[in-house]
C-alpha cells in the first residue's frame, strides 16, 4: 500500500505515493511560511478585540461544527498544530476530514456520543475488539446497546436504531482478519466503523472498501515510539462536524505537543510498518514450528503483530524476556509482549474473551525494528526459561537450533497454524 497513490491537495493532477503523502501530507504550507518543521501552538485561548465578531464565529461552530476561518477562540474549538496531524492523517485513509482527541477510547466515546445525539443507541459489533472498547459498549456507560454478532450475523442484527456497526480488522489480540467490503454490503446504510489501529492506512485504507468511519488509537503506529498518547477518526466532513461539536463540548482534545509528535510519527510510518512488518512475518514462521508453541496467529494481511498460544506457561514467558519488554500497548520501535487476558483484555467477561478467542495462554506480541535474530534468541530462551542468550556487537548470530529455519516467508503470509505439540505434553492444553 506504501507504493499506491494518493490523490494531492494542490490543483495538480498527479498523485503521490503513501509515503510521499506521510512525509509532506500537513506541511505542504511550510517553506512558503519560511519555515522547515511545523510549529507548535500551545495557546489555550486567543485574543480578539472585536467580540461582536467573535460571537458570529461561536455562533457558526455551534451550528455547523466547522473549522472557524482564522484564530480558534478557544483551544477546545481547534488548534493549528493539532489541525495539521488531522490533515496528514485525512490524507493518508483518503477521507475528507479527520478529528483528533486525547486517547483511543475518547475518540470511540465522541462517535458513540454524536450517533446518540441522532437517536440511534444501538450498536452491532463483532468480537475480538480491543477490551476497553468492549466494555465501552457492553457496560452501556454512554447509554448505547450493543448486539454482538458474527459478521455473517450483522445485517439480521441491524435495527431502526442502529446507528453504527464495529469491527476491527486485524482484531486486538487474535489478529482475526474480516472483509470489509463484504461487511459494509451487509451494513446498508448503517455506517460502519473500523478500528484500523493494527493495520493502519500503509497496509489498508477501510474506506476504500466501504467502511464510512476509521478509527486509531494514534497512541500506537501513528506515534511508533510509545511517547504520545492520542486518538483520531477519519471520516467525511458531514461526521467531522459533529465529531467537533463533541469534543469541545465533552473536553477530549489532543493537546497541541501530542498532535506535533503525532504528525512527526505519519512522516516515518510506511518505512516503520514494513520493516517491522517483515521481521514479524519472519518471527511467525519460526515460532509455527517450534514445538513449545501451540498455536500462532498472523494475518494475511501481514503486518507486526503477532499472536501465539503456548503449551507452557504463559506467565513464565512474560518474566522471562530480556530484550523484549512486557508491557500492554504496541506499534511503538521496540518489541512489546503481553498477556491479554490478565491486561488488554482483562475487563472484558471471562466467557466472553473464551469465545472470541481471548484464551489463558495466548500472548500478543508487538514486533519492533530490533534484529530479528536477537529477537528470536530473546524467545527462545523466554520460552524455555533459561537464562537470556547475551552476545556482543562484534559477535555472531546466535541461532538456536529450533531457529534453524528455511528462507523467510514473505509478509502477507497467512498463519493460524497448530504447531506440533511438546512431546509428553497434552494435545489442547492450551
Not at 488531522?86 to 476530514?97: I, K, M
Not at 493495520?199 to 489498508?204: D, G, I, M, R
Not at 494475511?300 to 498460544?309: D, H, P
Request: overall charge negative; some cysteine.
Amino acid at each position: 500500500m506504501d507504493t499506491e497513490s494518493v490523490p494531492p491537495p494542490s490543483t495538480t493532477t498527479r498523485s503521490r505515493a503513501l509515503a510521499t503523502e506521510a512525509v509532506h501530507a500537513g506541511r505542504d504550507d511550510l517553506a512558503a511560511l519560511g519555515l522547515h518543521a511545523a510549529p507548535i501552538d500551545l495557546s489555550t485561548t486567543y485574543p480578539s478585540y472585536d467580540s461582536r465578531a467573535e460571537a458570529e464565529r461561536i455562533d457558526t461552530f455551534a451550528t455547523t461544527g466547522a473549522r472557524l476561518d482564522g484564530p480558534p477562540v478557544y483551544a477546545r474549538l481547534d488548534n493549528p498544530t493539532t489541525a495539521r496531524f488531522e490533515t496528514a492523517l485525512a490524507r493518508l485513509e483518503g477521507t475528507a476530514s479527520a478529528v483528533s482527541f486525547a486517547s483511543g477510547m475518547a475518540a470511540l466515546t465522541a462517535v458513540l456520543l454524536a450517533r446518540a445525539s441522532a437517536g440511534l443507541r444501538h450498536v452491532v459489533a463483532v468480537r475480538p475488539l480491543y477490551g476497553c472498547s468492549d466494555h465501552l459498549l457492553g457496560a452501556g456507560l454512554l447509554g448505547t446497546e450493543v448486539t454482538w454478532t458474527d459478521p455473517a450475523g450483522i445485517a439480521d442484527a441491524i435495527r431502526p436504531d442502529t446507528g453504527l456497526v464495529i469491527v476491527e480488522t486485524p482484531a486486538n489480540p487474535t489478529l482475526a482478519e474480516i472483509d470489509i467490503r463484504a461487511v459494509a454490503h451487509s451494513c446498508g446504510s448503517v455506517p460502519l466503523l473500523v478500528d484500523n489501529t493494527f493495520a493502519t492506512p500503509v497496509l489498508q485504507r477501510p474506506v476504500e472498501h466501504g467502511a464510512r468511519i476509521v478509527l486509531h488509537s494514534a497512541t500506537k503506529y501513528l506515534g511508533g515510539h510509545g511517547d504520545v498518547m492520542g486518538g483520531v477518526v477519519a471520516c467525511d466532513e458531514e461526521f467531522a462536524a459533529v465529531l467537533r461539536q463533541v469534543r469541545f463540548a465533552t473536553g477530549g482534545v489532543l493537546h497541541p505537543m501530542a498532535g506535533y509528535l503525532l504528525l512527526r510519527g505519519l512522516s516515518t510510518l510506511p518505512v516503520r510498518v514494513r520493516a517491522a512488518s517483515a521481521s514479524a512475518a519472519e518471527l511467525a514462521r519460526r515460532l509455527s514450528a517450534d514445538p513449545r508453541i501451540a498455536r500462532v496467529h498472523y494475518p494475511e494481511l501481514g503486518g507486526a503483530m503477532v499472536s501465539f498460544e503456548v503449551y507452557g506457561d504463559p506467565h513464565r514467558v512474560i518474566a522471562g524476556v530480556r530484550l523484549i519488554t512486557p508491557a500492554v500497548s504496541l506499534g511503538s520501535v521496540d518489541t512489546l509482549i503481553q498477556h491479554p487476558a490478565s491486561i488488554s483484555h482483562r475487563i472484558v467477561e471471562e466467557g466472553d474473551r473464551h469465545a472470541s478467542g481471548v484464551g489463558d495462554r495466548l500472548l500478543r506480541m508487538s514486533v519492533g525494528l530490533e534484529d530479528v535474530e536477537d529477537l528470536w534468541a530473546d524467545l527462545c530462551q523466554a520460552l524455555s526459561g533459561e537464562e537470556p542468550v547475551r552476545r556482543g556487537l562484534s559477535a555472531q548470530p546466535v541461532r538456536t537450533a529450533s531457529a534453524s529455519v528455511p528462507a523467510p516467508v514473505s509478509a502477507s503470509a497467512a498463519v493460524s497454524v497448530p504447531a506440533g505439540p511438546v512431546p509428553g505434553s497434552r494435545q489442547g492444553a492450551r
